[in-house]
């Protein structure tokens, strides 16, 4: 079937800028027939967003990003259709929401300490979680960087005086809570990951026997041709699905809704092979 998807967004509710509703227009707008949101670490704008799908002829993927920890690397699982309401997911968030304001409290204080004037009040206006973006995207609106990729490279990037860490979950159980809740757990962006090839297809073997079930392969960074086969030829390998999106942030992040790299877009067959693993 024509038309195109994209199954890697996220809204105001983490550490985007669009609105659920206005993710859905612009997809609308723009001819994409199916995208999924997948805010980081919460389920708070999935409601919204299912909603504006019906009414604008949009199709949804309900669907989550978790942070989580493999090997000493941070590696982020996508997880689609799953049941975000089910009590193992509503407890695991409230986890996660603690331990990552508990960081962001730390980390501003550090930039107080630094001489930048960031009070709790210059965040009111997020409706979910606060993440290091946000953070970022204060910063720039007050003057205080150039631009936000900045705060990242000189204040709050990793390695950076105003970083701070966090526990994570590991990878393998964030992969058997999405499946625990009836979805379906997805690597996200490989190519962010720098590993070697043999070390990533060592744990892409794991987290399949744990229940992974595909690669995010149309990704619009690092994913050129020859990153896209390898990840196509692992795929094949361990019968996992092929998926694409752009990690739209709005506002947040220089790249286009429904499309990879390159201007590739992502072609709607990706989201007709993962409605078919639904449980």
Same mark, same amino acid.
């Given at each position: 079937? +024509?038309?195109?998807?994209?199954?890697?967004?996220?809204?105001?509710?983490?550490?985007?800028?669009?609105?659920?509703?206005?993710?859905?227009?612009?997809?609308?707008?723009?001819?994409?027939?199916?995208?999924?949101?997948?805010?980081?670490?919460?389920?708070?704008? %999935?409601?919204?967003?299912?909603?504006?799908?019906?009414?604008?002829?949009?199709?949804?993927?309900?669907?989550?990003?978790?942070?989580t920890?493999m090997? +000493?690397?941070e590696?982020?699982?996508?997880?689609?259709? %799953?049941?975000?309401?089910?009590?193992?997911?509503? +407890?695991?968030?409230?986890?996660?929401?603690?331990?990552?304001?508990?960081?962001?409290?730390?980390? %501003?204080?550090?930039?107080?300490?630094?001489?930048?004037?960031?009070?709790?009040?210059?965040?009111?206006?997020s409706?979910?979680?606060?993440?290091?973006?946000?953070?970022?995207g204060?910063?720039?609106?007050?003057?205080?960087?150039?631009?936000?990729?900045?705060?990242?490279?000189?204040?709050?990037?990793?390695?950076?005086?105003?970083?701070?860490?966090?526990?994570?979950?590991?990878?393998?159980?964030?992969?058997?809570?999405?499946?625990?809740? =009836? =979805?379906?757990?997805?690597?996200?962006?490989?190519?962010?990951?720098?590993?070697?090839?043999?070390?990533?297809?060592?744990?892409?073997?794991?987290?399949?026997?744990?229940?992974?079930?595909?690669?995010?392969?149309?990704?619009?960074?690092?994913?050129?041709?020859?990153?896209?086969?390898?990840?196509?030829?692992?795929?094949?390998?361990?019968?996992?699905?092929?998926?694409?999106?752009?990690?739209?942030? =709005?506002d947040?992040?220089?790249?286009?809704? =429904?499309?990879?790299?390159?201007?590739?877009?992502?072609?709607?067959?990706?989201?007709?092979? %993962?409605?078919?693993?639904?449980?």
């Open positions: 079937m +024509n038309g195109y998807v994209d199954l890697h967004t996220h809204s105001c509710y983490s550490d985007g800028t669009d609105s659920p509703e206005a993710i859905i227009y612009k997809a609308a707008a723009t001819g994409i027939r199916a995208v999924a949101l997948t805010d980081h670490d919460t389920v708070a704008g %999935l409601d919204e967003f299912s909603k504006s799908g019906q009414e604008q002829g949009v199709e949804t993927v309900p669907g989550i990003e978790i942070s920890q090997r +000493n690397i590696v982020h699982i996508l997880g689609y259709y %799953l049941d975000h309401r089910s009590d193992s997911m509503k +407890n695991f968030l409230i986890g996660q929401k603690n331990s990552r304001r508990e960081k962001i409290d730390k980390m %501003l204080v550090r930039l107080r300490e630094m001489g930048f004037d960031i009070k709790e009040e210059d965040f009111t206006g409706k979910g979680i606060v993440t290091r973006g946000s953070v970022a204060v910063m720039h609106k007050k003057g205080f960087v150039r631009y936000k990729k900045e705060a990242f490279e000189k204040y709050i990037g990793e390695g950076q005086p105003a970083f701070v860490d966090r526990e994570r979950i590991g990878a393998i159980k964030a992969v058997e809570l999405i499946v625990d809740c =009836g =979805g379906i757990p997805v690597i996200a962006h490989p190519y962010l990951y720098e590993m070697e090839d043999d070390e990533f297809e060592s744990e892409i073997k794991t987290l399949t026997d744990a229940g992974l079930r595909g690669i995010e392969v149309l990704y619009p960074e690092g994913h050129t041709d020859g990153r896209e086969m390898f990840y196509r030829t692992l795929a094949k390998k361990y019968s996992l699905l092929i998926t694409g999106g752009s990690d739209y942030h =709005g947040n992040k220089t790249v286009k809704l =429904g499309f990879a790299l390159n201007n590739k877009k992502i072609p709607y067959e990706i989201f007709e092979a %993962l409605k078919e693993c639904r449980v």
